[in-house]
């Protein structure tokens, strides 16, 4: 039978006149609807934790917009708490996590089989997420990238450069590494669960790719995209894998090669005709609007939409924005940003 879904038709290397929409953290604190629910649920991470509560939110910018995937509600960081860190978030501030610096630390993190106990819930979401998504939405599944979930264990916090991940890459390579393959394994195991329950597609977000350079870049961005990509295909033939080096740069060109992703996620940094030229030959490319423009909205928005659908137009293509949508962006600016892509050739 021939692919119904928009989002798997361009993940499977179809060009369409209308590329499939969704957008990073589209079920987040811009939606009121989300504000609502995640008072009822207490905090955070009480609602990535209750599956009834975590589909509802996934869901609601399905009704509210009809993008062609849904992404599951939950968070990079789970992964770091279910391997046994101490997690929380401060108000306004951002996620706390206890920190790994020494051997001692990491020798005290759960093994890998033990993830599930904690993750169990975020497979129920799954489950209630296939059964209730419309038939013509694709369901994402996620996890962070090893780097980035290490660079937030490392130092117990989101940090500007990561310069504590660095420190220790450079200070005790050992630990680092293993720190690396605990949370590789992990991830695989994760996303493997997250399939299992109903994930059509999994990403896998390296939001800090962009401070690993040369080298670096290939051993601790490249090489573990690569095993968890080749992990998930060997287990799950047919499931996409759509990677997000973000702020990688030139490091975007022959991302897909080396990885075996079925997609390369771009941020908004690189302009849209150079990604089409360099990056889009290796196969399908998702994004990269910048996210600001869900805050000011107007002709811009529509300028700039449109010229990223007719750069990409040529090849497969995911719209996207290049990162999260943020907390004070517009709703209307959303529908607005929609209406343009799917009427981008009457423009
Ligand atoms: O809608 C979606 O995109 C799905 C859910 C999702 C969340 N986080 C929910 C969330 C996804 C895919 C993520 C990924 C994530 N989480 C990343 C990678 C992508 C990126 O943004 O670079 C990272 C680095 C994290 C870690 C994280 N989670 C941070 C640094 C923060 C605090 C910053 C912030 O935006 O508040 C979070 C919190 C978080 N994760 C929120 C949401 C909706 C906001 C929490 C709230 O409701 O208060």
Redesign the pocket.
Known sequence: MAETKKLLRALAGEVQDVPPIW???????YLPE?RAT?AQAGD?LS??YNPELAAEV?LQ?IRRYGFDAA???????LVPQALGADLW?V?GE??RLSTITQQSEFDALKPVADIHETLSPVYETVRILSRELPSETTLIG?A?APW?VAT?MIAGR?TPDQGPAHALREGNTALFEALLERITQATIEYLSAQIEAGAEVV?I?D??AGSLKGEAFQKYAVEPCRVITQAIKERHPGIPVIG?P?EAGDAYVGFAKATGVDCVALDNSVSPDWAAEHVQVDGCVQGNLASSHMVTGGQALVDETRRIVQAFSKGPHIFNLG??I??DADPENVQLMIDTVRSWRDG
């Open positions: 957008m990073m953290r589209q079920a987040g604190r989300y995640r955070f609602l990535c996934t910018p992404i599951l509600f939950a968070d990079i960081l978030f108000t951002g996620p996620f962070g980035t937030y989101g990403k977000f939001s800090w997000f973000r990162h999260g943020t907390p």
